[in-house]
């Protein structure tokens, strides 16, 4: 028996867009699926939380590990190649904690209505380290790699490598990987 749903069950899910070769752990939760959309050779494992809000796009050739959150109320794009580990969590929506509104979606939205709602996105063969977090409005460059545990509140330029809390850049990656993917995607041919 598998973990992973099936096509069949796959479409059942009523996902706005479904790709080829997805696999979808059954333990893990998906809200408003109907702007949610996945590309071709996706994994999502199981305890993740992928909630739909706005939208949520996900390229190709991507893996989000087991015990992820994305929520997508003000959208989240996460380009072909970008992956995310192990307890990443990535909000679109923060709400304001200084005290001069209320906190949490139960509350009305005139009580708080200063939250943070941006779009958050991952570019191509952009890497995010277990336990890291992303507040709204992050862009994250291509090829940048995100170290485990950081908190990523700013955006982070194409092929640097950044980690810590919050994140400071810490190198440089290689670009190697470009020449690996033309390779992968002419093998399909």
């Not at 050739?61 to 997508?72: E, F």
């Not at 072909?80 to 949490?104: A, M, P, R």
């Not at 440089?172 to 470009?178: F, G, P, S, T």
Request: hydrophobic share 35%; net charge positive.
């Amino acid at each position: 028996m598998s973990s992973f749903y099936t096509k069949f069950e796959l479409l059942n899910l009523r996902l706005k867009k479904i790709g080829n070769n997805v696999l979808i752990s059954k333990f893990c939760q998906i809200y408003n699926p109907e702007n949610i959309s996945i590309g071709d050779n996706v994994r999502i494992d199981d305890f993740c939380v992928i909630s739909g809000g706005k939208f949520v796009d996900i390229g190709n050739y991507i893996h989000i590990a087991s015990h992820c959150g994305i929520w997508g109320n003000r959208g989240v794009i996460m380009y072909d190649f970008s992956n995310i580990s192990s307890g990443v969590k990535i909000y679109s929506e923060s709400d304001d904690f200084k005290g001069f509104y209320l906190t949490g979606p139960v509350i009305p939205k005139k009580y708080r209505i200063n939250t943070q709602n941006k779009e958050i996105i991952l570019n191509k063969h952009s890497l995010i380290g277990a336990n890291s977090v992303i507040l709204p409005g992050i862009n994250i460059g291509l090829g940048c790699v995100i170290g485990a545990q950081s908190l990523v509140n700013r955006d982070c330029e194409e092929w640097k490598i950044y980690g810590g809390i919050p994140i400071k850049e810490i190198g440089i990656r290689n670009k190697n990987i470009l020449d690996l993917e033309k390779h992968l995607l002419n093998m399909k041919e």
